[in-house]
């Protein structure tokens, strides 16, 4: 790399360290930049959750070479790891590495990247200047420069609202102490704030379902626990997935299993129901929609998926899809208008390539809204891509990936296409 200036690697996830141990690899400087207190700060907050991804899937190959050096062992890979123990056996041990450790910023809050002396619209010799990474850590501001930045800061932070128009609904905000945006530890530290109450879940993903099954164990002691299921779907049936077609079996389990409890009238079921406000009602709140309202809900879980963030790329010529929000050689790939799989076929840098040079938005984030990631496809991201930042544009090119089928596709599938998955990197399965 020019100068050798570091790779700004944003965001310290299972991709962004991934892409850490291949530039590594590769014998590229980087410094990784995570706003949390440590690595996978945002795995942490859903730490009790079960993947339904085996570890198979959820570990990349630099990393884990580099990792056996120090004696770890790879745990067995058809095993479900909890988001806890992908963080205890896999992203700790592997930031703790002395070749990543001194690379590593956490409590690195990122307020802005932009090319030295160059705003967006100067075209002229940009791509000679370096980047420039401006981020804050204890209240100090400090200013650093790269060679290439990328963007792998994921979704997470950034959950979409409840509101059926993609906006915060009438009055959500003013309620928001009684709603939990993501999967909350139903069965743990939250069981109190549940049991026994009356609980809306929006969504129709698998989040949405691993909270009903939750719901329902904590029915089963206190049988006051009433569950409403919020969609916007025109047909329950939709949500249900793969079953035993889903090649990731316990995802597909989910959906079966969601599947039974509504046919034996366990879960009320709204749909499709598009929510516009709240509004409270004593200590209750009611979810108004269109011509409908449900009344007297305690609690709402919000699983309505997430969205990125582009605040601090501004100054940067990024593009992104106009309605997914994803990189935009992947949008015909994911967009679940079309597909109800996520048909994607392997994909590296050549997709994803931004008008700005050696700028990368990659992982979760580089789905968009799209909620079909998987941490595999990823890694394979970022592969490509520190293949192309070394000049090794061969390897760059030549991307392999094998995902597990979801048994719910709705297109004709090219024979070119590769197993898809419609999964979120975080996926749930009841543990």
């Given at each position: 790399?020019?100068?050798?200036?570091?790779?700004?690697?944003?965001?310290?996830?299972?991709?962004?360290?991934?892409?850490?141990?291949?530039?590594?690899?590769?014998?590229?400087?980087?410094?990784?930049?995570?706003?949390?207190?440590?690595?996978?700060?945002?795995?942490?907050?859903?730490?009790?959750?079960?993947?339904?991804?085996?570890?198979?899937?959820?570990?990349?190959?630099?990393?884990?070479?580099?990792?056996?050096?120090?004696?770890?062992?790879?745990?067995?890979?058809?095993?479900?790891?909890?988001?806890?123990?992908?963080?205890?056996?896999?992203?700790?041990?592997?930031?703790?590495?002395?070749?990543?450790?001194?690379?590593?910023?956490?409590?690195?809050?990122?307020?802005?990247?932009?090319?030295?002396?160059?705003?967006?619209?100067?075209?002229?010799?940009?791509e000679n200047v370096p980047f420039e990474v401006v981020y804050e850590s204890n209240n100090i501001v400090y200013r650093?420069?790269?060679?290439?930045?990328?963007?792998?800061?994921?979704?997470?932070?950034?959950?979409?609202?409840?509101?059926?128009?993609?906006?915060?609904?009438?009055?959500?905000?003013?309620?928001?102490?009684?709603?939990?945006?993501?999967?909350?530890?139903?069965?743990?530290?939250?069981?109190?704030?549940?049991?026994?109450?009356?609980?809306?879940?929006?969504?129709?993903?698998?989040?949405?379902?691993?909270?009903?099954?939750?719901?329902?164990?904590?029915?089963?002691?206190?049988?006051?626990?009433?569950?409403?299921?919020?969609?916007?779907?025109?047909?329950?049936?939709e949500a249900f997935g793969g079953g035993e077609l889903d090649g990731l079996p316990a995802r597909g389990e989910l959906?079966?299993?969601?599947?039974?409890?509504?046919?034996?009238?366990?879960?009320?079921?709204?749909?499709?129901?598009?929510?516009?406000?709240?509004?409270?009602?004593?200590?209750?709140?009611?979810?108004?929609?269109?011509?409908?309202?449900?009344?007297?809900?305690?609690?709402?879980?919000?699983?309505?998926?997430?969205?990125?963030?582009?605040?601090?790329?501004?100054?940067?010529?990024?593009?992104?899809?106009?309605?997914?929000?994803?990189?935009?050689?992947?949008?015909?790939?994911?967009?679940?208008?079309?597909?109800?799989?996520?048909?994607?076929?392997?994909?590296?840098?050549?997709?994803?390539?931004?008008?700005?040079?050696?700028?990368?938005?990659?992982?979760?984030?580089?789905?968009?809204?799209?909620?079909?990631?998987?941490?595999?496809t990823g890694y394979e991201q970022v592969r490509s891509v520190v293949a192309a930042l070394a000049g090794d544009l061969?390897?760059?090119?030549?991307?392999?990936?094998?995902?597990?089928?979801?048994?719910?596709?709705?297109?004709?599938?090219?024979?070119?296409?590769?197993?898809?998955?419609?999964?979120?990197?975080?996926?749930?399965?009841?543990?």
């Open positions: 790399m020019k100068n050798q200036l570091p790779v700004a690697i944003i965001g310290g996830g299972p991709v962004a360290l991934a892409a850490a141990a291949q530039l590594i690899k590769r014998k590229i400087p980087f410094l990784l930049l995570e706003q949390g207190t440590s690595v996978g700060a945002s795995v942490l907050e859903w730490s009790h959750i079960r993947m339904f991804s085996p570890w198979e899937f959820n570990i990349d190959s630099a990393a884990a070479e580099l990792l056996a050096e120090t004696g770890w062992i790879a745990p067995p890979k058809e095993e479900l790891p909890t988001g806890k123990q992908l963080f205890d056996h896999y992203l700790y041990p592997l930031s703790e590495l002395s070749k990543l450790k001194q690379s590593i910023r956490t409590e690195a809050r990122v307020l802005a990247i932009h090319r030295q002396g160059f705003d967006k619209m100067k075209t002229t010799g940009r650093v420069e790269a060679s290439a930045v990328i963007d792998a800061t994921g979704t997470w932070k950034s959950p979409n609202p409840i509101g059926a128009s993609g906006d915060y609904a009438a009055q959500e905000a003013d309620y928001s102490s009684h709603i939990h945006y993501g999967i909350p530890d139903i069965k743990g530290a939250h069981a109190i704030r549940y049991m026994g109450k009356t609980v809306a879940v929006v969504g129709s993903g698998h989040s949405a379902i691993h909270a009903i099954l939750l719901l329902h164990e904590l029915k089963l002691q206190n049988s006051a626990t009433t569950i409403h299921w919020v969609l916007r779907k025109q047909s329950i049936e959906g079966s299993r969601a599947a039974k409890l509504v046919k034996e009238g366990l879960i009320n079921v709204h749909t499709p129901f598009y929510i516009n406000g709240l509004e409270q009602e004593g200590e209750k709140l009611n979810l108004i929609g269109t011509g409908a309202s449900i009344n007297g809900v305690d609690e709402v879980i919000a699983a309505t998926g997430a969205r990125p963030n582009f605040s601090f790329i501004r100054e940067l010529r990024y593009a992104v899809d106009s309605s997914i929000e994803c990189v935009p050689k992947l949008a015909d790939l994911i967009d679940p208008n079309i597909h109800s799989c996520g048909t994607v076929r392997p994909h590296g840098e050549t997709e994803l390539s931004q008008p700005e040079q050696n700028f990368y938005i990659v992982g979760a984030k580089s789905y968009g809204r799209a909620p079909t990631f998987l941490l595999a061969v390897s760059a090119r030549e991307v392999k990936l094998h995902l597990p089928e979801t048994g719910v596709c709705s297109v004709s599938r090219p024979k070119t296409a590769l197993k898809v998955t419609s999964s979120s990197c975080c996926g749930p399965v009841v543990g």
